[in-house]
């Protein structure tokens, strides 16, 4: 929708005058959305925009930053190769400044001559951004001045003389005062002072438009988001709106007309531009120089530990081919100078490994011999064959980009010793853009349109995660919400207009740039929401773009539980394995992966990969790492997975669309699962060069990327196919499975790190249950499941497990001859502080001898001490639960007295003469109440317990002709097709949004599992039952394919009757 | 003792109490929504116990329509009758009997005018009784004080006391002191007057119920509103020739006030004051002195508004368009600040730019027309426009009518300075206003 007519405030056209063809302009203040609700568009549509009018350069000058210069770089230097519009042009003036507001109230914008100049503004923005909160500066004329060298300074209006000779005196003739016509009153007088300042002092004036939008048809999305500013709406923000929509970038004949009388000061703009010599490309980065040991080079050093790291690797001889590899990757390490850069990471790596912290690469890292070598990653990319260029490609000219997981519980170990190492001027985060999506994007501009809030919030919950598609695809829904259809369509255009905009700044999970230099030479720093961290002002893409290097210190629970299974198996097992040692290619752990028993293992333990195990029954290690990338929303949505599992099963031919896919595709059965395929695959069927091919994967790897790009990748990739004889329906199909893959798709060596963990946690689980169930439930929050259903899954598989008991329980579940004894830490509503204190005190001063000696020895509250009676923790000094907990409540422990250090408490071990009026305890309460403390209870599952109930509910169905109650292990004895009532507790629901509205339950009963199906219609009509219940009533059909056995739900019910019911259906004596 | 205790479902003010003098001067609020009575020696006036019981009910229910009474012998056991066996009235001296067989649950009720103190009150003994299998409040009487004593302290004793009626509440006499003021916050805002009214009935109604209770009259009624996303507000009152408890007399006022209000935002808040009187006293004079000079002009508007006659105090608008760029307010003026919003934060500084303040500083002519003149290409030939480019360009509400002007200055063959603005787009010109 367009809201205001294109053209319509251009000025009047005049014929041009003798002389006007030949001046030039560069805008010299470009503004863009980076200056966060102060400017109307992108940063890349300014330069395309001034390239298309061709403007003779642009300069994006953003408020108190530099955060989009970047961007406005990359747009001007090297355009994607998919952009429909402008490419580079020869002799553009690109430059860049930012415009600061300064405390004694007066703004003035400035520019780097040279890279001194750019590492002082570097310098000045953080300094007025580092001890400000967000949005504000602090920065004064007094900060400024003694740092003016190598700079330009151009004081905005409204101009005085006393500023104008502050300034004056300082920056000389580096000192120019902007002005511009923007029809406007207020504009006038500028102009009208700065002639007289020139007149009089002969200021250096030039023209600029001033600009705060690309086009002026993006004034209502500067009015609105100038009302956000201000949180008012568009009736009331009057003033604060700008008069008209003139502060755009103006053709070059309508500035000339609008100037024709002062042409000159659009040529001056050539001339400041011009003496800029600042470019981006000039940033130097130098990496820190490693801690080398002395008389060593950075080339020798990486050379000697990436062979010492193969001797560990390779126990008998070097293959002839992975020296060859080697020698290869470390010529291009020498020739672009990466050195220090693994250096840096196999420091960190070591500094982990030394405090016992397991880490492992991921990603391109992995296709990397030295990586391999020197302990960064754990996959022989030799073997698997994956090609180094991935990684690092003289070509690309692109740095490498290593991430590295650390085990989740002590990431923060590993960030707090780079800060250490590198110190705060030398190591920062890189920052997220936070971008306004859809929800937040309409939330806002609805409230600038007035709409009522609750109002607002209604259509917000309509949108749930389809967002604004959802409003757009219901007819006339604004009638639905009474709001009027032409508030409903503006405020529908102008949020789809802000989608994408960036809001403020965030955290990067875990990307770091470290350098030699300061950083604060190279790029400003401010302070991050998250106490004492401070992020950079570009992005990932930025750092990437310029071609910085950072590294990617990220975390991954798996690890954190494979590190305590490790621990584990060398302490009570005496076996000493690392993730590289584990015996390899198992078959009883492959066994145990194709019956899908694969809870708690990493990567396959979701439903959608627990449906495919079964049916690709995976045999090798590669099996594993296609069966990591294949169940990915990517191939899942490119509709890949059943083509490559018919194949698998020998159901359907391996074909290719084309012949020069064989090579490509032969690996993975003609079915494009893996990254890398994609990018050979549009470079051997569609004449994608190199460059354009990784070009189309950094645009599949960024959503913000993709929104405007898509379309020119599209025709690219069918004009490339057209060329080699593909016809276009395939072609759009190649084109589907591309768009599908997006950034959901795992890349080969990425997927063979994951592949690993996911093989280690196989092993352990299959041969060390026990240890596996121990360092999982150890490790939480993490993974699918809940500990109950770990510890079930555990039990079924021989592990047996011993009560939670303050005697004997450490705060971590321990293995303990041949069992597991439960941890205090499954106790989650009481502090870790307070079970540590248990745990400490009963090792420092020996077992308690009765209650109430625990109760002196450790002063605890008496909520904590009904807790650990209702769990049963305290069960060494009495049996009976209701009859502890009701004694304990009789105690007298106050608050006070254990501040005081003098408990008060008269507790006395006795009987108290009321405890026979404590009814009894059921086998069902007793059960209900281990699972409110705990979260579950070892001896007898809540089915189990209401299985006799069940029956008798069966005897009933079965008079009248009803199908009766099965439990999960008579699934597989019933046929395909058989209908069926089921009973169960919910372990996990789980409605995929690639998965068209079905929802999938996994219930449990006393004996395992059962694979729960739901149509949207069922979905749709029962899904209060299913959010509103733990215990759920199915009655559906059976569906077999192989092994696999789901049940296709036709109505779901809450399972239990009321109390009362129950406890008539299910008294105590009945167990 | 006999207590009738109403719960009025919804929180109220601790002002509602004074509508329900009329049965009781020993009545108490407490909060949120309870009103315990002491009919102990009334309930006779007004036809026993079921008919004071009805009477309250009703009146409680133009309050809050869903309103329940019940009638026991003590507070505590009343308020449990109230939300578990509404209008239901306890035999005397059978407390005990009657709430026996209620879950335990009802514990939380057994408050009285006292409630359970602390985060949770007395839901700890409750899910700690439930937790040991214990169901209904009965099977609580089987145990001893000491037992009670010694697990809750104070709160079992009073647990155990409010359980055997043993608990004393006393109602003191009710001496009326809250100001005579309601509000109300719009969950949906409003913009048109009939709504706003339907929200105000309750208000003001409310308040000459509590008028009447406490016998009562208003001599005047200011009513304040405020507008949702802004802190724009509108105030105006209203003020009878004699003071009054006749709703419908100030209703037809403030509806009249309305009327004349232009509403830009939906509002989200109201305040209505009435100012009381102990009985009906004439008008002061007009032109006896008030407290302001300020209150003497609303007071005139008021007056003239009161008699149909368009009259206020000239408001000067930040507007872009300048027919709109003044309005006439009921209120007294503010004046208008243009320049950038300022904040600070530790000597750190945000500034919010006001982007068209120099708005107030442009040119505006000496007389502008109500209507602009439509000029037709012979008028326009006779003027000399004095600029090349326009001196101002206005493009102003794109979001309801697009307004876009560029406007000159142009002089007439008098000599007279016009201010002519053409419409983007088209070739009309109109004529807007004069210059002296």
Known sequence: MKLLVPGASYLPRKKPFEGSQDVSFVELLGRSNFSFLQGASHPEEMVEQALLLDYAGISICDLNGLYGVARGFKTATSPSFFASTVHVKEGFRYRIGTELHLTELISVALMPLNKRGYSRICELITQGKRGADKGFSKLSLQDLLPRSEDLLCFLIPPFSDEQFFELQKTFQDRLYLPIWRDLTWESRCFVQRAFELEEKYSAQLFVTNRPLMHIPERKPVFDVQTCLFHQITLNEAKDKLIQNAERYLKPLDELINLWRDRLDLLQVTVEIADRIEFQLDQIRYRYPNSNLPSGWTATDYLRHLTYEGLKHRYTDVLPEKVIQVTEHELKIVRELEYEDYFLTLYEICQFARSQGILYQGRGSAANSVICYAIGLTAVDPVQMDLLFERFISRERGEPPDIDIDFEHSRREEVIQHIYRKYGENHAAMVCTVIRFRSRMAFRETAKVFGIPLKTVNAIIKFMGRDGMRRLKETPE??????????????????????????????????????????????????????????????????????????????????????????????????????????????????????????????????????????????????????????????????????????????????????????????????????????????????????????????????????????????????????????????????????????????????????????????????????????????????????????????????????????????????????????????????????????????????????????????????????????????????????????????????????????????????????????????????????????????????????????????????????????????????????????????????????????????????????????????????????????????????????????????????????????????????? | MRILCLNLKQAQEASCAEVFLKFSPRVQFRYPHYVFIDIESTSALFGGENQILKQAVELARRISPEATGAIADSCSVAQVMVNHKPFDISKPREDAKNIGRLPLMALRDLEGLEPWRGKKGIDPVIQFLQSLGMDWIEDLFHFQEASFRERWGDLGVTLWRRLQGKELQVISPLVPKEPMMGYSYLEDPVSNISLLMSQMDHVLEYLFLRLEGCARFARRVDVTMLCEYSDKKHYFSVEPVAPSRDLELYRDLIIKHLESLSLENPLREFEIYVYDVAEKVEQLDFFEPRQTTEDRWRRLVSMAHQAEIEMGFLQVEASHLPESSFSLKSDWPQELISKDLIEWSEQAVQVRAVYAKGLAESPRPSLLLKEPMKLSSIMMKRLKVLTRFPIERIQEAWWKKNQERDYYFALSNEGQLLWVYQELGSEKYFLHGYFD
């Open chain 1, 477 to 1071: 829904i604004f009638k639905r919400f009474a709001v009027d259809q032409k508030t409903w369509d503006l405020t529908m255009a102008l949020a789809t207009e802000l989608h994408g905009f960036p809001r403020h700044l965030g955290i990067h999970t875990g990307g770091f740039l470290i350098t030699q230099n300061p950083i604060t030479e190279m790029i400003p720093v401010e302070k991050a929401s998250m106490q004492g961290r401070y992020v950079i002002q570009w992005n990932k893409d930025d750092v990437n773009d310029l071609k910085l290097m950072k590294i990617d210190v990220l975390s991954l629970g798996m690890l954190t539980a494979l590190r305590k299974c490790f621990d584990l198996l060398r302490n009570h097992k005496n076996m000493n394995y690392e993730l590289a040692t584990l015996p390899p290619e198992d078959p009883k752990t492959y066994d145990m992966i194709c019956k899908a028993d694969t809870v708690g293992v990493f990567q396959i333990e979701s439903r959608a990969q627990m449906n495919t195990l079964p049916r690709l029954r995976p045999e090798n290690f590669y099996d594993l790492v296609v069966e990591v990338a294949l169940v990915r929303p990517g191939p899942l949505q490119g509709g890949m997975v059943h083509p490559y599992l018919k194949r698998r099963q020998g159901k359907e031919k391996t074909t290719y669309f084309h012949k020069d896919l064989e090579p490509i595709l032969k690996k993975t059965l003609g079915v494009p699962i893996f990254q890398e395929q994609v990018m050979r695959i549009v470079v051997a069927v569609a004449g994608f060069s190199p460059g354009e091919a990784d070009e189309l994967r950094r645009i599949m790897s960024n959503s913000w990327r993709r929104k405007g790009t898509m379309e020119g990748v599209r025709e690219r990739i069918l004009k490339g196919m057209r060329q080699h004889g593909i016809e276009d329906k395939y072609a759009e199909q190649i084109y589907k499975t591309i768009e599908g893959f997006g950034n959901y798709g795992f890349p080969e060596s990425h997927a063979a790190s994951f592949a690993l963990l996911t093989y280690a946690s196989s092993y352990i689980k299959c041969h060390h249950p026990d240890v596996f169930a121990c360092a999982l439930l150890n490790s939480q929050p993490m993974g699918f499941y809940a500990p109950r259903v770990l510890i079930a899954d555990a039990q079924r598989h021989g592990a047996s497990f011993l009560p939670i008991d303050i005697q004997f329980s450490d705060y971590d579940y321990t293995l303990q001859g041949d069992s597991v004894r439960v941890g205090l830490r499954a106790l989650s509503a009481i502090p870790e502080k307070l079970l540590q204190k248990i745990q400490t005190d009963r090792q420092e001063k020996g077992a308690f001898q009765n209650l109430t000696d625990f109760i002196h020895r450790l002063q605890l509250p008496k909520s904590v001490l009904t807790q650990l009676a209702a769990a049963g923790a305290l069960c060494s000094f009495e049996k009976d639960a209701r009859r502890l907990i009701w004694k304990i409540e009789s105690l007298e422990l106050q608050h006070q007295s254990f501040l005081w250090g003098q408990p008060r408490e008269q507790f006395q071990d006795e009987e108290s003469e009321d405890s026979d009026q404590i009814p009894f305890e059921s086998k069902w309460e007793a059960t209900e109440r281990e699972y409110k403390t705990k979260g579950f209870a070892l001896d007898s599952h809540p089915i189990q317990v209401l299985r006799s109930w069940l029956n008798e509910r069966n005897v009933l169905y079965l008079q009248q002709r009803m199908v009766p109650f099965s439990s999960s292990s008579q699934l597989k004895n019933l046929p395909h097709q058989r209908k069926i009532r089921l009973a169960g507790l919910i372990s996990v629901t789980q409605r995929p949004p690639t998965a068209k509205g079905m929802c999938f339950i996994t219930l449990e009963d006393e004996h395992g599992f059962m694979n729960i199906v739901i149509h949207p219609d069922v979905y749709q009509r029962d899904r209060m039952t299913i959010y509103n219940s733990s215990f759920l009533e199915v009655w559906g059909v059976i569906e077999k394919k192989g092994t696999l056995i789901n049940i296709k739900a036709l109505k779901l019910a809450p399972l239990l009757p009321s109390k009362i019911e129950f406890e008539r259906l299910a008294p105590a004596e009945s167990y």
